[in-house]
């Protein structure tokens, strides 16, 4: 995996100079890596006063969906994230009722609720949540053929976490679409993927490219993602693909 990482920040130094696009690139490519970090969970009211917690609520409450999709990325990283689990889960399941505070709108749909899914369902997967995000790989399939080019990429990093039949082609078809934008997020996606589907998107992107550089970074993403799923019996830990 540090080796994806290298070709991940070698990737985002290269990408066109656009601020937002390679700032929000970086933080998901590292919340990518770290993504099966074990969480921990507890209930919310005995955490008020942590800081995690406070600067998720004021993030949240800001509106401000930049810092509040940095905050969430953020939380991915944490080795302990017992303390804003709750939180989220209520967000999830809309209990505005316990948070009447927070910018339903917002929070209701989009790419801010992909991620909180996307953090539940990391959690879950771990085997350190109890309840699974129902409904975000329904989120991250409308999101990943959607207009919003972020949005995109952020549920096609989103898909290995609530992998169903079907999901790789659906990446590797929006990838044959929109070009060399989704080429880095989608070999990511696919070599974290445990589907034969997954397997086989890859050997047809690999066939596809005529750039060597993306050549290689397929090879080596490949390589490395397989040696970490080894290592970590990713597959086996992960959530049972659903067929769908």
């Not at 329904?138 to 995109?152: P, R």
């Amino acid at each position: 995996w540090k080796r994806v990482f290298i070709l991940l920040i070698l990737s985002y130094v290269v990408t066109p100079s656009h601020s937002s696009w390679k700032k929000w690139y970086c933080y998901v490519a590292v919340a990518f890596l770290c993504g099966v970090v074990a969480v921990a969970s507890s209930p919310v009211n005995a955490y008020e006063d942590t800081v995690s917690l406070r600067r998720l609520l004021t993030d949240l409450k800001s509106k401000d969906v930049s810092h509040i999709l940095e905050s969430l990325n953020s939380i991915k990283q944490n080795s302990y994230q017992g303390d804003v689990l709750p939180l989220l889960q209520d967000i999830w399941d809309k209990r505005w009722d316990r948070n009447p505070e927070l910018p339903r709108t917002l929070l209701s749909g989009g790419i801010v609720r992909l991620e909180v899914g996307n953090v539940l369902a990391q959690a879950f997967n771990n085997g350190v949540w109890a309840r699974e995000p129902l409904g975000l790989r329904e989120l991250a399939l409308d999101l990943m053929e959607g207009d919003d080019l972020q949005a995109a990429a952020s549920a096609i990093l989103t898909l290995p976490l609530v992998e169903g039949s079907g999901d790789a082609n659906r990446i590797l078809s929006v990838t044959r679409r929109r070009g060399n934008s989704l080429f880095r997020v989608s070999i990511l996606a696919l070599s974290q993927m445990c589907s034969p589907d997954s397997k086989k998107a890859l050997d047809l992107m690999r066939a596809s490219t005529k750039q060597p550089e993306l050549k290689q970074f397929l090879d080596d993403t490949r390589v490395s993602m397989s040696k970490f799923k080894e290592r970590s019996k990713w597959c086996e830990r992960k959530s049972t693909v659903v067929p769908k």
